[in-house]
C-alpha cells in the first residue's frame, strides 16, 4: 500500500523568506501524481501544484515550486517570497495512474506559519 | 463557475443517530469522492462515484454510504453515529479521470 510521510508537523518562516516543507512517499508504482494542497483555517483544501511523476521537470506555479526526486521518492515544496496568506496547513498527497478509481492519499500534513 | 458546494456547514449529532450530508459538484465534473478528516491528520478517502456508480470504497464500515444523482450532486449517508465519526467530511469534484479533484469547505460533524 502506498503511504505518505510528512516529517515536520510544523514550520515557521519569516515573511519574504524562502521554506521548503518535505514529503517522502512509499510505492512500488513507476506512474502516479503527487500533489501540495493548502488548507487555510477556513478549511477549504485549495491545490497548490501537481507533478506526474512521468515528467522529469519539477513543476512550478508563481512562487510556488516543487523539488521532485523520483528515485529517493522524495517531493519537497519550496514557497519563494513567504506571504502572509501563506499561513495554512500543507498536505502532501499521492494518487496512483492505475487505480480504477480516485483514491487520493494524504500525508498528516505541515502547518507552516509566517511570522511578520 | 461556482466551485464545489456542501451543506451543512456544521452540524451537531448524537450517538446512534443518522446524518446525510450534501455535495454539488462544479458544474460539468461528473466525478464525486468523499474524504474523512480528523481533527490534525490528513483526508482519508472513503468513497468515489463517476456516472452515478461508486467507482471505488476506502476503509470504511458498512455505516458509511453514499450516492449520486442524476445532476451528479451527491448525498454521504452515515448511521449508527459514533463518537469517532465526528470529522470534516470533505467532497470533492473532477471532470474526467486523469484530471484533478477541486474540493469543498467541507461540513464539519460533531458526535455527542
Known amino acids: 500500500a502506498q503511504t505518505v510521510t510528512q516529517s515536520q508537523p510544523e514550520m515557521s518562516v519569516q515573511e519574504a523568506e524562502t521554506v521548503t516543507l518535505s514529503c517522502t512517499y512509499d510505492t512500488s508504482e513507476s506512474d502516479y501524481y503527487l500533489f501540495w494542497y493548502k488548507q487555510p483555517p477556513s478549511r477549504q483544501m485549495i491545490l497548490v501544484i501537481r507533478q506526474e511523476a512521468y515528467k522529469q521537470q519539477n513543476a512550478t506555479e508563481n512562487r510556488f515550486s516543487v523539488n521532485f526526486q523520483k528515485a529517493a521518492k522524495s517531493f519537497s515544496l519550496k514557497i519563494s517570497d513567504s506571504q502572509l496568506g501563506d499561513a495554512a496547513m500543507y498536505f502532501c498527497?499521492?494518487?496512483?495512474?492505475?487505480?480504477?478509481?480516485?483514491?487520493?492519499?494524504f500525508g498528516p500534513g505541515t502547518s507552516l506559519s509566517v511570522i511578520p | 463557475d461556482a466551485g464545489v458546494t456542501q451543506s451543512p456547514t456544521h452540524l451537531i449529532k448524537t450517538r446512534g443517530q443518522h446524518v446525510t450530508l450534501r455535495c454539488s459538484p462544479i458544474?460539468?465534473?461528473?466525478?464525486v469522492s468523499w474524504y474523512q478528516q480528523v481533527l490534525g491528520q490528513g483526508p482519508q478517502f472513503i468513497f468515489q462515484y463517476y456516472e452515478k456508480e461508486e467507482r471505488g470504497r476506502g476503509n470504511f464500515p458498512d455505516r458509511f454510504s453514499a450516492r449520486q444523482f442524476p445532476n451528479y450532486s451527491s448525498e454521504l449517508n452515515v448511521n449508527a453515529l459514533l463518537l469517532g465519526d465526528s470529522a470534516l467530511y470533505l467532497c470533492?469534484?473532477?471532470?474526467?479521470?486523469?484530471?484533478?479533484?477541486?474540493f469543498g469547505p467541507g461540513t464539519r460533524l460533531l458526535v455527542l
Open positions: 470533492a469534484s473532477r471532470r474526467g479521470q486523469q484530471e484533478t479533484q477541486y
Open positions: 498527497a499521492y494518487r496512483s495512474v492505475k487505480t480504477s478509481y480516485d483514491k487520493v492519499i
Open positions: 458544474s460539468g465534473h461528473k466525478s
